[in-house]
């Protein structure tokens, strides 16, 4: 994924809260993205946030939006070993005909007892 | 729920076959995505189609051409596989409203010898 970029791996222990971090590029991005993707499963939306939003919450799940600095993240709470997975930041991009979706490489989040 | 089917879970092809990766949601959804996911590189996006009969290069379209003769069925094809071509190819749909989420099948392994 061009211009989405995000650290590869990320290791918590287990009741910590997880920050994983993102950076895009595109000031016109509407909608950002994060997925989860379990070992041998497809990708799941995790949770979104629209580009006029600093911040969004659901649960465990805290998404924070720096617009001038391009920066997104994904806190987790109270991290459990079922938060193992690999976790892409995605931004929604506008193309001539249609908007596409871009993804970050990934963050693989471990969990230590 | 949405459902995105791939035809495959596995497959093994030999240098050169030529290869279709089908893929079919049952959503009515108008944008359809071929990408592929390598370890350290995220998910890379191939072609997209906004349309029946309609298609777009995404980032890394070489070697690959794509297919939507129906609106539920967008179809991937590897005219002549090459060994860099073993990958995870996901397949994904949304509808055409900005915060429409995408909605992923669970992958087909290729792997070509």
């Known amino acids: 994924g061009e211009d989405v970029e995000q650290s590869l791996f990320l290791s918590v222990r287990e009741g910590d809260s997880s920050v994983i971090n993102c950076t895009y590029t595109d000031s016109s991005s509407t909608y950002l993205y994060w997925y989860k993707q379990e070992p041998g499963a497809g990708l799941q939306l995790l949770t979104y946030i629209f580009s006029n939003m600093d911040m969004k919450q659901d649960q465990r799940l805290t998404v924070l939006l720096n617009k001038k600095d391009k920066h997104l993240s994904l806190r987790i709470a109270d991290t459990q070993t079922g938060d193992s997975a690999i976790y892409f930041c995605a931004e929604s991009r506008r193309d001539s005909s249609a908007s596409k979706i871009i993804f970050g490489s990934g963050t693989r989040l471990s969990i230590r007892p | 729920d949405v459902k995105v089917t791939q035809s495959s879970r596995y497959l093994v092809k030999r240098t050169g076959e030529k290869v279709f990766l089908e893929c079919v949601q049952d959503m009515d959804h108008e944008n359809m995505f071929w990408y592929r996911q390598d370890p350290g590189l995220g998910l890379r996006l191939i072609y997209f189609?906004?349309?029946?009969?309609?298609?777009e290069k995404g980032d890394i379209p070489e070697g690959y051409s794509v297919s939507r003769e129906k609106k539920e069925r967008f179809s991937l094809i590897l005219e002549s596989a090459s060994t860099n071509q073993t990958s995870m190819y996901l397949c994904?749909?949304?509808?055409?409203?900005?915060?429409?989420?995408?909605?992923f099948g669970s992958g087909t392994q290729l792997s070509v010898l």
């Open positions: 189609s906004y349309d029946v009969k309609m298609k």
């Open positions: 994904a749909s949304r509808g055409t409203a900005t915060n429409e989420k995408l909605f």
